[in-house]
C-alpha cells in the first residue's frame, strides 16, 4: 500500500470522534504522524493508541479551544506542520428568538474564533517552512440553511470567507487554504434528529475522510479551494 503522508505532520482537531476521527484514521493509514486534539484526554488516549497501529507517531493532546493558551500549546514544540484540519465545532438547535447570548459565543467562539486562531498559528508556522496546506471543515449550511440553525449556519458562512481570505494571502508563500463543506455525516450531532435525517440520506464520516485526504495529497502548487460532499439522496441541488 502506498503511503502518500510519509514523512509529513498534520494536527487535526476535534479527533476524537465523527469526521475527525476518521480523517485521523485515513492520514494515519497514509503514513501521516499526527497531533490529535479534542477535549477528553482520555478518549484521545485511546484514539492514539488505536492510530499507533499504523505505524506513524501520535501526540494527543487534550485542549479547550477556546482558551487561547491551549491553541499556543497545542502548537508549541512542533518542529514541522505540513497540514492543519480545522475540524473541532459546535451547534446548537434553537429558534432565532430563543438563542441566548451564551449559547451564540459557544458556537462562534469555537467555530469561528478558535477556528481562525488554529489557522493562524499554523499559518505562522508554515510561513516560516516554505508553505504547507489547511483544510478546513465546514458545512453544506453555508450554502443551503437548515431551520433553528442560526449559530451554526452563521459560523459556517464565517468559516468560509475565512478561507477565502486566508487562501488569497497564503499562495504567495506556498500556503494552500482551502474548505471542504460535509453534508449529513452519520455523527453523534444528529442525536435526536434521526427520523429526519434518515429521509435526506446519511454517509459515513470514512467518505468525507477520503475527500480530505485527496486535499491532503495534491501537489505543492494545487489547491482545491472548495469542495462540497453529501450524499446522493440529500435534498441540496434544488427541488423538484
Known amino acids: 500500500m502506498t503511503k502518500p503522508l510519509a514523512g509529513k505532520t498534520a494536527i487535526i482537531t476535534g479527533a476524537s470522534s465523527g469526521i475527525g476521527?476518521?480523517?485521523?484514521h485515513a492520514f494515519a493509514q497514509?503514513?501521516?504522524?499526527?497531533?490529535?486534539?479534542?477535549?477528553?484526554?482520555?478518549?484521545?488516549?485511546?484514539?492514539a493508541t488505536a492510530l499507533r497501529a499504523h505505524a506513524v507517531q501520535?501526540?494527543?493532546?487534550?485542549?479547550?479551544?477556546?482558551?487561547?493558551?491551549?491553541?499556543?500549546?497545542?502548537f508549541t514544540g512542533l518542529e514541522r506542520l505540513d497540514v492543519l484540519v480545522n475540524n473541532a465545532?459546535?451547534?446548537?438547535?434553537?429558534?432565532?428568538?430563543?438563542?441566548?447570548?451564551?449559547?451564540?459565543?459557544?458556537?462562534i467562539d469555537l467555530n469561528v474564533?478558535?477556528?481562525?486562531?488554529?489557522?493562524?498559528?499554523?499559518?505562522?508556522?508554515?510561513?516560516?517552512?516554505?508553505?504547507?496546506?489547511?483544510?478546513?471543515?465546514?458545512?453544506?449550511?453555508?450554502?443551503?440553511?437548515?431551520?433553528?440553525s442560526v449559530a451554526y449556519t452563521t459560523s459556517k458562512f464565517a468559516l468560509d470567507g475565512m478561507t477565502r481570505a486566508m487562501a488569497l494571502d497564503?499562495?504567495?508563500?506556498?500556503?494552500a487554504v482551502s474548505i471542504l463543506n460535509p453534508g449529513n455525516t452519520d455523527s453523534a450531532i444528529w442525536v435526536g434528529q434521526e427520523e429526519a435525517v434518515a429521509k435526506e440520506g446519511l454517509m459515513p464520516g470514512a467518505q468525507v475522510?477520503?475527500?480530505?485526504?485527496?486535499?491532503?495529497?495534491?501537489?505543492?502548487?494545487?489547491?482545491?479551494l472548495d469542495a462540497t460532499i453529501l450524499p446522493l439522496t440529500m435534498p441540496f441541488l434544488g427541488r423538484g
Not at 118 to 142: D, E, F, P
Open 89 to 107: 465545532g459546535a451547534s446548537i438547535r434553537a429558534r432565532t428568538e430563543n438563542v441566548t447570548p451564551a449559547q451564540w459565543r459557544s458556537v
Open 170 to 175: 497564503g499562495r504567495g508563500h506556498g500556503i
Open 30 to 47: 497514509a503514513g501521516c504522524d499526527l497531533t490529535i486534539a479534542a477535549r477528553n484526554a482520555s478518549k484521545l488516549e485511546e484514539v
Open 209 to 224: 475522510a477520503r475527500a480530505a485526504l485527496l486535499m491532503a495529497t495534491l501537489p505543492p502548487d494545487i489547491n482545491m
Open 113 to 148: 474564533t478558535a477556528a481562525f486562531l488554529c489557522a493562524q498559528a499554523a499559518y505562522q508556522k508554515m510561513l516560516g517552512q516554505g508553505g504547507g496546506r489547511i483544510i478546513n471543515i465546514g458545512s453544506v449550511s453555508s450554502r443551503v440553511s437548515r431551520r433553528h
Open 21 to 24: 476521527l476518521a480523517i485521523a
Open 58 to 74: 501520535v501526540r494527543p493532546v487534550a485542549v479547550d479551544l477556546t482558551k487561547d493558551e491551549d491553541i499556543f500549546r497545542l
